[in-house]
C-alpha cells in the first residue's frame, strides 16, 4: 500500500491563498488536479452529493480523493451520528512502486488494499463506541486504525467477502465487509483506478459506480 495514505489526506495545493476563495470553490479545484477520473455513485442514487477532500504525494500529485452520498455524517461521537444514512466513494490512482517527487525515496505501489485501508480508516473518523470516555477514544482509535490497516492488507483473509457491484454499468467483484460501525468495501475499475466505499444507514448491496461527469453536482 502506498506509505502516504496513512499520514491522512490533505487539500491540494493552491495558486491564491484560502482567504482568496471560499472553501467550497477550494474543493473543487483539489479535485480538478487529479490526473485520473473520479468516481461516485451512479445515476441510480437520488440524493445529495457532497465533496470531502483530496489526498497529495510531497509533490503535491493528488493522489486520491472522497465524495460522499446521502447524509453528511456529523462528526465523531456525536449520539445523533447513527441516525444518519450516508456513502462516501474513495478513488485512489493506481500507481507502481514510484520514486517520491521531491527525490527522497520511493513510494509503494498503490493497490485495491490501498483503497480498503483508505475507506476503512474514513468509517473510523465517523465512529466512536458512546461508552467511551475521552480519556479511552485515543486508545480505541489507535486500535481500530491498526486492525484497519491489518484487515485491508489481507483482503483474502476470512473478514472478506466478495460482492458484484456495476462500475460504469460492468459488474466487478469487490472485497467487502461489516462491523457494527457500518460497511467497507474495495476494487478496481476502469481508467487505471481502484475504488474504496464506507457507509452506514444505507445497504452497499444494490449500489453501482460510475465515473462522475460534473463535479458541481458535488458542489
Not at 66 to 95: C, I, M, N, Y
Not at 158 to 164: D, G, I, R
Not at 206 to 218: E, M, P, T
Amino acid at each position: 500500500m502506498e506509505t502516504t495514505s496513512r499520514a491522512g489526506a490533505e487539500d491540494a495545493p493552491s495558486a491564491v491563498t484560502e482567504e482568496e476563495v471560499p472553501a467550497a470553490r477550494r474543493t473543487i479545484d483539489g479535485y480538478l488536479q487529479a490526473p485520473f477520473p473520479w468516481y461516485g455513485l451512479d445515476a441510480a442514487f437520488t440524493g445529495p452529493r457532497w465533496l470531502m477532500q483530496v489526498g497529495t504525494a510531497a509533490d503535491g500529485t493528488v493522489q486520491h480523493g472522497s465524495t460522499g452520498h446521502g447524509d453528511e455524517p456529523l462528526v465523531r461521537g456525536d449520539s445523533a451520528g447513527d441516525k444518519h444514512r450516508f456513502a462516501v466513494v474513495v478513488t485512489v490512482a493506481s500507481s507502481p512502486v514510484r520514486h517520491s517527487g521531491d527525490g527522497t525515496g520511493v513510494l509503494e505501489a498503490t493497490t485495491v488494499s490501498s483503497a480498503a485501508w483508505l475507506a476503512g480508516s474514513g468509517l473510523l473518523a465517523y465512529t466512536w463506541p458512546p461508552q467511551l470516555d475521552h480519556t479511552l477514544r485515543d486508545d480505541w482509535l489507535d486500535q481500530q486504525t491498526e486492525t484497519a490497516f491489518e484487515l485491508a492488507d489481507d483482503l483474502g483473509g476470512p473478514a472478506w467477502s466478495v460482492l458484484s457491484l456495476p462500475v460504469d454499468g460492468v459488474p466487478v467483484p469487490f472485497h467487502y465487509r461489516e462491523s457494527e460501525y457500518g460497511w467497507v468495501l474495495a476494487g478496481s475499475a476502469h481508467g487505471g483506478v481502484h475504488i474504496g466505499a464506507y457507509g452506514r444507514g444505507m445497504s452497499a448491496y444494490g449500489l453501482g459506480f460510475s465515473v462522475v461527469g460534473d463535479l458541481a453536482a458535488y458542489a
